[in-house]
């Protein structure tokens, strides 16, 4: 039980670490919203700032997003591409619709979790 | 270590578990709302009638390589068409050629599904032929095994700020992986007609028609059941629903 | 034949230092070949539409099809009962499994997606030969693991009923990796139940003649005694094989020159094309089968021990050559598209591919193939499997 135990720890101190990173980065988003266009940018968790639309939703709720926008690609991908159901909402496509330039916003917190993904050899997305 | 913390920690991990597994339920619970997808009640496919096909006429290979923005290597080695245009002679003297575009044939039954290891390749309910982009490793097996030589490989990346251009929902080509014709897929879903049947059609042509052939209202379906259709390579039984008329 | 002493190979040797390093510098280069093909795609290959699969795939065939013949030994051994072969047998399993490695290894890093590999365990499609193939050579390679620590416990319950299976699964291996060619019914040159038994024989002469020359370096290098009897008796065995091997070529070629619709083609496999024909006759014909035929059934040259290993290394590279013209030779070959009628198109229909390698594949190649003279090395170095020396008891 040792382990389960340290586990628990560690979750423990994740939790602390995120819950206390949030209310730092919902202070640090504050002052971005104050300026800009259309767009914010948005500190969120350990990861540096990304841009994100100023109104409007995401396709799903956000704290959702953050944890499962691959589980919904990957989700998307099988459905689209081996049984033709298009969900144009949903789709990949659809993305750069709102989050306009992928260097400003995937590939930002990719890089922070050290994501290594080749979507974007094929997937049309600006940088 | 008392049996108390450990029922404790055990209830503990399942709720943990459950909450995690609540949003995987929710994108599975969505799926197929608004969309059926491709249904097994059709099957697609193509007349092209010989006849009518122009000499020197290159409409279709050039609307197919828009349309899926098929990189131009500059080496015939590696180039890839999805269509192609042959002329076709029989070997004896005087003979006439005749020009007829030649494509992925949506064998009813593919080898090329048949062979490939990841079951990358697959035939879609609808009849279509495709190869998912996302589990293909490259083993260019499918090529080996393609009778009609329809079948390439992305040799290298194309350039990316050429290939950014043209149609934006048209994903780019990855190097490294097969492709084929798709029957312009996305199009279809969308109940349009595929690029190489419109530029045709455009040209004044009209010597290829795509429809659904089991709806016997279609033009395609009527084209097969009325006239002298040919299909090529038949005799190998891979029962190709590209049908030719006038070969 | 009780009582054999295994030991290491001391391994300390200049020469052997040499050796080991100069077979690590090409093992590296050919991995780097690799990652160049990766990176750039395989564009920078002498493949093209039509020739898809190029020199990676011939070593790989070579290789895989050459471990299942190293086994061989140690089958007559276990198997069949030939005991003088048992001082040999565990050499023999052992380089079954590194011969295997090497092949795998090109076969996966020619992939066009070679970071894809995990998609071969996560989906099977039991209709491909090649899954099938996936489970023939991860299983064979676990057989030989077992058979190898058998023989090392020297169990006498495990080893024959370990090297019988892993006989049959040998076989069966030799027979799916003919049939990823022969089930092909789009390409009708190749198309045939008689490959099978091809590839089975010339995994047979390749895996001996390999062995062959792996043991007599071995024993030479390390001031070893192996009995020139042993040699000799394996040498006949080899021939054999050769023989069988050149029956099975004729009458298949034969088979197809009786098929006039496709005489340009045998033609051109035989006559005009380049470099298949040279290839077949100089390559697999003469340097493969009838000068090492010749020599090895010559009074002189066939008990010399030095002439049997130059024959045998003739053997080596007139089964390459096969496996060329074999695996390129029908790539080359057009699609019937439309049976006697003449195509054109700017996309390879009716007319014979051309194939350039480059020198990147040919590194692939020779380097996976050094990096199995590595493992092998390492092998007998650090587990005792090489005996102290094998004398013959009984005159043959």
Not at chain 1, 58 to 65: A, G, L, N, Q, S
Request: charge should be positive; hydrophobic fraction near 45%; include cysteine.
């Amino acid at each position: 039980m040792q382990n389960a135990n340290g586990k628990l720890q560690i979750v423990k101190s994740k939790a602390l670490v995120v819950a206390v990173a949030g209310l730092l980065a919902m202070g640090i988003a504050g002052a971005w919203a104050a300026g800009g266009g259309d767009v914010r940018e948005k500190k969120q968790g350990l990861h540096p700032p990304i841009v994100v639309p100023k109104e409007g939703q995401c396709v799903r709720p956000t704290e959702w997003m953050r944890r499962n926008h691959m589980d919904l690609l990957q989700h998307h991908k099988v459905d689209t591409v081996r049984k033709g159901v298009r969900v144009k909402k949903e789709s990949f496509d659809n993305c750069r619709t709102c989050h306009t330039k992928r260097g400003e916003f995937c590939d930002r917190c990719h890089a922070y979790a050290a994501v290594k993904m080749d979507c974007f050899d094929c997937h049309n997305y600006p940088k | 270590m008392d049996t108390d913390r450990r029922t404790f920690l055990a209830l503990g991990a399942s709720c943990l578990a459950a909450g995690m597994m609540a949003p995987v339920i929710r994108v599975f619970a969505s799926a197929g709302a608004d969309a059926q997808g491709a249904s097994a009640a059709r099957r697609w496919g193509m007349v092209i009638d010989v006849n009518k096909c122009a000499d020197g006429c290159t409409a279709c290979v050039e609307a197919c390589a828009k349309e899926n923005k098929s990189p131009n290597f500059g080496e015939e080695r590696i180039n890839i068409q999805w269509i192609r245009k042959a002329e076709v002679k029989a070997k004896v003297p005087g003979a006439q050629a005749r020009s007829l575009p030649l494509l992925c044939n949506h064998c009813e039954n593919p080898p090329c599904a048949y062979v490939c290891p990841t079951g990358a390749t697959f035939k879609r309910d609808d009849g279509i032929v495709l190869v998912d982009k996302h589990r293909c490793i490259g083993c260019r097996y499918c090529i080996i095994s393609c009778p009609y030589n329809a079948r390439s490989l992305v040799f290298k990346q194309p350039d990316e700020v050429e290939a950014m251009g043209g149609n934006p929902d048209v994903p780019r080509r990855g190097k490294g992986v097969v492709e084929s014709c798709d029957f312009c897929v996305r199009r279809v879903d969308a109940g349009r007609q595929p690029a190489c049947v419109e530029a045709c059609a455009k040209a004044g042509h009209r010597a290829l028609v795509f429809g659904d052939l089991r709806d016997p209202g279609s033009e395609a379906a009527r084209l097969v059941a009325t006239s002298r259709t040919q299909t090529i390579r038949g005799d190998l039984g891979t029962q190709p629903k590209v049908h030719y008329m006038g070969l | 034949m009780g009582g054999i002493v295994f030991n290491r190979i001391e391994g300390r040797s200049t020469g052997f230092w040499a050796l080991l390093i100069g077979l690590g510098v090409v093992a590296a280069i050919g991995l780097w070949a690799a990652y160049v093909m990766d990176h750039y795609g395989h564009a920078i290959t002498g493949m093209n539409r039509q020739v898809v699969w190029g020199i990676p795939h011939v070593f790989a065939f070579f290789l895989i099809l050459a471990s299942a013949g190293a086994l061989n030994v140690a089958s007559l051994s276990s198997v069949f009962d030939q005991s003088v072969y048992k001082p040999i047998a565990r050499l023999s399993s052992f380089l079954a499994i590194v011969v295997m490695a090497g092949g795998l290894s090109i076969l996966v890093l020619d992939l066009g997606r070679p970071d894809r590999l995990v998609l071969t365990f996560q989906y099977f499609n039991f209709t491909s030969i090649f899954s099938l193939n996936i489970f023939l050579y991860t299983g064979f390679w676990a057989l030989c693991f077992l058979y190898l620590w058998a023989m090392f416990e020297d169990s006498k319950r495990w080893t024959r009923p370990v090297g019988i299976v892993a006989f049959a699964w040998r076989i069966i291996l030799t027979t799916g990796t003919g049939s990823i060619l022969g089930f092909i019914y789009a390409r009708e040159m190749i198309h045939s139940a008689l490959l099978a038994p091809i590839f089975i024989v010339l995994s047979l002469i390749v895996g001996v003649a390999i062995f062959i020359l792996v043991t007599l370096a071995t024993f030479r290098l390390s001031g070893r005694f192996l009995d020139d009897r042993l040699v000799i008796k394996m040498k006949d065995l080899l021939a054999w094989f050769v023989m069988a091997g050149l029956y099975l070529v004729v009458i298949d070629n034969l088979t197809r020159l009786y098929y006039p619709a496709r005489q340009d083609v045998v033609e051109f496999l035989v006559r005009s094309g380049d470099p298949y024909a040279p290839v077949f006759w100089l390559g697999q014909i003469l340097l493969g089968a009838a000068i090492p035929l010749f020599l090895f059934f010559h009074p002189k040259t066939g008990q010399s021990i030095r002439w049997i290993a130059i024959a045998t290394g003739m053997v080596i590279v007139g089964a390459f050559a096969q496996l060329y013209v074999t695996v390129i030779g029908f790539q080359a070959l057009p699609l019937e598209l439309f049976p006697g009628m003449e195509v054109k198109s700017t996309f390879y229909d009716g007319r014979f591919a051309t194939y350039t390698s480059t020198l990147y594949e040919w590194a692939l190649g020779v380097g996976m193939t050094a990096m199995v003279g590595v493992l092998y090395l390492l092998g007998i170095k650090l587990f005792r499997m090489v005996p102290r020396e094998v004398r013959m008891e009984k005159a043959l």
